[in-house]
Every structure is written in C-alpha cells, then in structure tokens.
C-alpha cells in the first residue's frame, strides 16, 4: 500500500523492506544467483560460443600448415594470407593454442586446389561479368579422437568483364581471404 503525504512516498506492507542494506526477498536473491550460474557455468568443461565447440578439456592444441597454392593460376598473395587469417581466426574465437609441432590435438593442412576465371554473365552478345572459383582441399586431423576429415570448399567471386584479372584481385583479396577462412573455419569446427 502507498500513502502520499506532504511529497512524500511512504511504502508499507512490501515484499522488499530493507533492513541493513540486504534485501529479504528471497525470489529475487533466487533469480540473481540463477541468472550468474547459467551466465558463467558454460564457461567450464565444453565450450561453446559463435557456433565453435570443442571440449576444452580434452582439446588444447592446434597446428596449422601453410597452405600451399597449387592452382593452375598462382596468386603468390593468397596462400600466406589465407593460412595467416585462418591462425587468427582460430586464435580470436577458440582458446586453443596455435603450435608448430606435430603432436597438436588438431592438424589443419591443405591446399589452394583451385583459382579459375569464367564467364559469369553475356549482355548484349558481350561478357558482362567474370567468375573467379577459389577452392582449398583441407585435411583435418583430429589426433585426440584418431579421424579424419578431408574436404573442399569453394567460394565464386564476380566482378566486372571491364576489369582485368589482376585488377579484380586488387578489389576482391578482402573478400577472398575472410571468405574462404570463414567456410574452413566453419567445416572444421562447427560441423565436426
């Protein structure tokens, strides 16, 4: 019940009297202790978080090779970025560590298999657009639970038949490099 009386507010028969600054309502004490556990209890044992799951316990390690471009068509650029944007990718949203030995929990090698151009659109009996196919073939070991997984992952770019390829490359390496990190990142830990 609450009274008015010369601007003040006076509060009576609450669930929430204080007394030596604590608070008696003991739903609310309930709610709060309920809310921390479910907001730092995850953070123990399996490891969850933007789609990434790895069992931290058993899972520490990781080595990644370079990732050699094999391609008929060689960017000299493209291999050391890749393979420097997939560390930091693993580095920034896992809490494994990166190592150079081969006794890692995890063994990420592989390849630029593919870095083709095309014909992506005709306007007016002309190229409109060119395609550029970038391809890795990944293998990832799993030294922990003995398996494998080899696979392949393709991203197309198109850009404009007005630009030459060197040209297009300038424009589209960002894009390239995130891309193709994000589809390897993507295979190995949320779908394994």
């Given at each position: 019940?609450?009274?008015?009386?010369?601007?003040?507010?006076?509060?009576?028969?609450?669930?929430?009297?204080?007394?030596?600054?604590?608070?008696?309502?003991?739903?609310?004490?309930?709610c709060f202790?309920?809310?921390?556990?479910?907001?730092?209890?995850?953070?123990?044992?399996?490891?969850?978080?933007?789609?990434?799951?790895?069992?931290?316990?058993?899972?520490?390690t990781v080595?990644?090779?370079?990732?050699?471009?094999?391609?008929?068509?060689?960017?000299?650029?493209?291999?050391?970025?890749?393979?420097?944007?997939?560390?930091?990718?693993?580095?920034?949203?896992?809490?494994?560590?990166i190592v150079?030995?081969?006794?890692?929990?995890?063994?990420?090698?592989?390849?630029?298999?593919?870095?083709?151009?095309?014909?992506?659109?005709?306007?007016?009996?002309?190229?409109?657009?060119?395609?550029?196919?970038?391809?890795?073939?990944?293998?990832?070991?799993?030294?922990?639970?003995?398996?494998?997984?080899?696979?392949?992952?393709?991203?197309?770019?198109?850009?404009?038949?007005?630009?030459?390829?060197?040209?297009?490359?300038?424009?589209?390496?960002?894009?390239?490099?995130?891309?193709?990190?994000?589809?390897?990142?993507?295979?190995?830990?949320?779908?394994?």
């Amino acid at each position: 019940m609450i009274s008015m009386s010369r601007s003040k507010f006076k509060i009576q028969n609450s669930k929430f009297k204080m007394k030596g600054g604590l608070l008696k309502n003991k739903k609310l004490w309930l709610c709060f202790f309920t809310f921390y556990f479910l907001l730092f209890a995850p953070s123990c044992g399996v490891y969850t978080f933007r789609d990434v799951s790895i069992d931290y316990n058993k899972v520490k390690t990781v080595k990644v090779g370079f990732l050699e471009n094999k391609a008929r068509y060689v960017n000299p650029q493209l291999s050391p970025r890749l393979t420097d944007n997939l560390k930091q990718k693993i580095n920034n949203y896992t809490k494994l560590t990166i190592v150079n030995s081969d006794d890692a929990n995890y063994i990420i090698t592989g390849y630029i298999s593919r870095y083709d151009v095309s014909l992506a659109a005709i306007s007016n009996n002309q190229s409109a657009a060119n395609r550029l196919t970038v391809a890795a073939t990944i293998t990832f070991v799993n030294m922990v639970d003995n398996k494998t997984d080899n696979f392949t992952v393709s991203k197309d770019f198109d850009f404009s038949a007005q630009l030459s390829l060197q040209q297009a490359e300038g424009q589209l390496a960002s894009d390239i490099i995130t891309q193709m990190t994000d589809l390897i990142f993507s295979h190995i830990f949320s779908n394994w």
